[in-house]
């Protein structure tokens, strides 16, 4: 007979205290998003433009000294940039947590500084003082979104420490979470869960599937991110986004964390 | 070609005689799928002789009024047919379920017909099974169920808590994976596979590169065999660990939920640390890796504590009355039905079924490595379950051999595609046998890739073991199944 009870309580707490411990988030090693540093790139080369799945990576004139930039909520963290590029411009970075309130603030902009977004962040902060509760929504995803959001119970991030909890039910729930490339078969059970929930509701994109229609983007059953369905209310690009970048994204929502990345410029 | 594989023409009315011949002499047939040669359509029959033989390709021309439904002989086909029907348009005579399967009911243009603008097929309605009679009740659940799932729906047939009929709907999830690495360079499609069920990551990448390897003619340098043995088997490690959090978890032993996520967790925290990502993406490319991997230098220390600790975990399991008898007798898979339906990986394993591609065909570094092979006979959610526990316990041996056997040198070899080329490539996931069927075009583009996933054929198996059950158990039989949507879905 196993006493499991007992195995329990000597196994003690093996939570993090992140993101209060601030390096306690379990992700050291973790590869992220790439980063365009200064230079100029060799003569006529478009490597990192052709070599990136996702269309993630274009040229505009002043978008850095070599005019490239990555729009991050297409991007799926593959690395194959960094690996084509002949000069150290496109860098390997550790920056993985990239939940923003504003799509826009994910790509470049010329512009800093989005004041909606911050008023927006302010009426949800009064509200969710105490709990959160999320219903999630599998939308066409590659199952790697789940194992990662899964993630979150588990006794390392132990979610329910934050006041975040997941719901069965769509009538209880704050917070929409939706993974996946949004198949045609999925929409219209998303957009049933969606109306199921009181108001005032939030809607949140976790995964770049979601956020822009990821790796499956222009398939024939897919659809090309979720702001095209419902308004949303944070984006959180990564393939899969690990449960740290997912539980900062989580807290943004809430007012209690800030956002990493400002108008397409990791920190 | 291809050394490890035969391809054989064949005349459509020659199919039934060969395949009797095959299951009469222990064979299998793996999978079947169309693509198209010089713009006529092609069917390939993926024919497994038997431990140690090269795989056969029968293929056939299909002729203009379709082909015989070949599923009342190997009845795992009936699925690959359907598919072959809802993406290709090509009709199959005589199915005994011709009903769509993959794309979503009623008009649609054949998404993997070349140039099939303007072809409209209307496909059946959507049919379930009629089940009517007194005190008979149904309930539809799903798609979007209770906690983080990924999303099918079910319908069950049932008087108070006995299961009548149970009718899965899947492919809601359908991305059309395949079509989209068509016209990708041979290393852009690496990123795709990777994609496909990125809980067998790694086995889709090994597998997607094991088949344009095979098509180039290139082989990778020893250390890059090993490494993707070693990633191979932490991927099976930590969803092997998954598994058990589940399988408690379904028979409410929270403790033991609790713990398993936990050793997952400690799992993928060491793949990040070992390849920098915490499911292993962005790895392996056509001829070897794309980047030399180090060991982090107190790597055996952490692998063996965490072999302790499984060990520890795993004989707890085992230990609790509750948990074993509520596995016992539940959700039992006959060798028959395994091996009619097409059942693979830790479930033909646990029907009595002996296969293992890591041990019958052997691939990567797995000669060396000899893995064993766990077998149990009982067909139940026990058998399913002690299965895993053997191979979990066998996977870190594999990984401790695999850190021995990694000598320093190249990690990766030219790998130059011949245009117009065909590959085959495979893969024990931790869930079972994978296989990649691809052809390459004059450009060496990907022209046509085909997935045969292992939940598709578990999906297939599954509900014979549900009708006429339980309504109590079900949660328990799903866990004990390990399944993947994405990977069926695709
Ligand atoms: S890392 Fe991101 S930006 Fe770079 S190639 Fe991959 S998807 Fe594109
Ligand atoms: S974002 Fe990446 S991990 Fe998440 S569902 Fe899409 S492909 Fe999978």
Redesign the interface.
Same mark, same amino acid.
């Given at each position: 007979? /196993?006493f499991?009870?007992l195995?329990?309580l000597r196994?003690g707490s *093996?939570s993090t205290k992140w993101p209060k411990a601030v390096d306690d988030h379990?992700?050291?090693?973790?590869?992220g998003m790439p980063k365009v540093l200064d230079g100029v790139c060799a003569e006529g080369c478009e490597a990192c433009i052709e *070599?990136c799945?996702t269309q993630a990576i274009g040229r505009k004139e002043g978008a850095s000294q070599s005019g490239i930039f990555i729009d991050y909520g297409r991007c799926?963290?593959?690395?194959?940039c960094v690996?084509v590029c002949p000069e150290p411009i496109l860098q390997a970075s550790d920056t993985w947590a990239l939940g923003v309130r504003n799509r826009d603030e994910l790509c470049w902009q010329a512009a800093l500084q989005t004041p909606e977004a911050t008023e927006l962040g302010q009426r949800i902060q009064t509200r969710f003082r105490r709990s959160l509760h999320i219903?999630?929504?599998? /939308?066409?995803?590659?199952?790697?979104?789940?194992?990662?959001?899964? *993630?979150l119970?588990?006794?390392?991030?132990n979610l329910h420490r934050l006041g975040i909890y997941?719901t069965?039910s769509p009538r209880s729930a704050d917070l929409l979470l939706v993974t996946?490339?949004l198949?045609?078969?999925?929409l219209g059970?998303?957009r049933?869960?969606w109306e199921a929930m009181p108001e005032p509701r939030w809607v949140m994109a976790v995964g770049t599937c979601a956020v822009s229609g990821?790796?499956?983007e222009?398939?024939?059953?897919?659809g090309h991110g979720l702001d095209n369905e419902m308004p949303v209310d944070v984006y959180l690009p990564g393939?899969?986004p690990?449960p740290a970048a997912i539980i900062h994204a989580l807290l943004l929502l809430v007012g209690r964390s800030s956002q990493h990345i400002h108008a397409g410029r990791l920190p | 070609m291809s050394g490890q594989i035969q391809i054989r023409n064949m005349l459509v009315d020659d199919l039934p005689t060969a395949l009797n011949t095959l299951l009469a002499t222990g064979g299998r047939m793996q999978m079947a799928y169309a693509w198209f040669c010089d713009g006529q359509p092609r069917v390939c029959y993926l024919a497994a002789p038997g431990a140690g033989q090269a795989f056969e390709c029968w293929s056939v021309a299909v002729p203009s009024g379709g082909l015989p439904s070949l599923a009342s002989i190997a009845p795992l086909l009936g699925w690959y047919e359907r598919e072959i029907q809802d993406l290709v348009g090509i009709v199959f005579r005589n199915h005994p379920e011709p009903n769509p399967l993959v794309?979503?009911r009623g008009e649609h243009t054949p998404?993997l017909l070349p140039g099939a603008k303007g072809v409209v097929m209307t496909t059946a309605p959507h049919a379930l099974p009629e089940v009517e009679g007194e005190d008979i009740q149904e309930l539809d659940f799903g798609?979007?169920r209770?906690?983080?799932?990924?999303?099918a729906q079910f319908r069950f047939f049932y008087i108070g808590e006995r299961i009548l009929r149970y009718q899965p709907r899947l492919?809601?999830? $359908?991305?059309?994976?395949e079509?989209?690495f068509q016209g990708?360079t041979t290393e852009?499609g690496v990123?795709?596979a990777e994609? =496909?069920? !990125?809980?067998a990551?790694l086995a889709h990448a090994l597998a997607y590169c094991q088949a344009i390897e095979d098509a180039a003619g290139c082989e990778p340098p020893p250390r890059a065999l090993v490494w993707r043995c070693l990633l191979a088997e932490l991927e099976r490690i930590y969803n092997h660990l $998954?598994y058990f959090?589940h399988l408690a978890d379904a028979t409410t032993?929270? =403790?033991?939920q !609790?713990?398993g996520?936990?050793l997952?967790?400690q799992t993928?925290?060491l793949l !990040? $640390?070992?390849c920098?990502?915490?499911?292993p993406?962005?790895l392996l490319t056509p001829g070897g890796l794309?980047?030399d991997l180090q060991l982090p230098d107190d790597f055996a220390g952490q692998l063996a504590a965490l072999e302790k600790e499984t060990r520890y975990y795993l004989d707890?399991?085992s230990?609790? @009355?509750s948990y074993i008898d509520r596995l016992q007798a539940t959700g039992v898979l006959s060798q028959q039905v395994a091996f009619d339906k097409g059942a693979t990986g830790p479930i033909e394993r646990a029907s009595g079924l002996d296969r293992d591609l890591r041990r019958d065909h052997p691939y990567a570094d797995y000669v060396m490595l000899a893995p064993e092979v766990a077998l149990r006979d009982a067909g139940d959610a026990l058998a399913r379950a002690e299965v895993r526990v053997e191979e979990l316990r066998h996977s870190f041996t594999l990984v401790e051999r695999a850190v021995g056997r990694l000598k320093p040198g190249e990690v990766c070899s030219t790998c130059v595609p011949r245009p117009d080329s065909f590959g085959l490539g495979w893969a024990e996931s931790p869930r079972g046998s994978l296989f990649y069927a691809i052809y390459l075009d004059q450009q060496t583009r990907l022209a046509r890739v085909k997935i045969k996933s292992p939940s598709y054929s578990n999906w297939r198996v599954f509900p014979f073991t549900v009708h006429d059950s339980n309504m109590m158990d079900y949660a328990i039989n799903e866990a004990s199944f390990g399944l @993947?949507?994405?990977?069926c879905d695709r």
């Open positions: 007979m /196993a499991w009870t195995f329990g196994k *093996a379990g992700q050291q090693g973790v590869l *070599a799945p799926i963290t593959c690395q194959r690996e219903r999630h929504v599998d /939308a066409g995803s590659c199952g790697g979104c789940e194992s990662e959001l899964q *993630a119970n588990n006794p390392f991030y997941f069965a996946g490339a198949t045609r078969s999925m059970p998303l049933t869960t990821g790796i499956a222009g398939g024939y059953t897919c393939c899969p690990n | 794309l979503e998404p798609p979007v209770a906690d983080v799932v990924e999303s492919f809601l999830k $359908h991305r059309g994976m079509r989209r990708l852009a990123v795709v994609r =496909v069920s !990125a809980t990551s $998954h959090g032993l929270k =403790v033991g !609790a713990q996520r936990w997952e967790e993928k925290q !990040a $640390h070992v920098g990502s915490r499911l993406m962005n794309r980047r707890m399991l230990d609790t @009355s @993947s949507v994405a990977g």
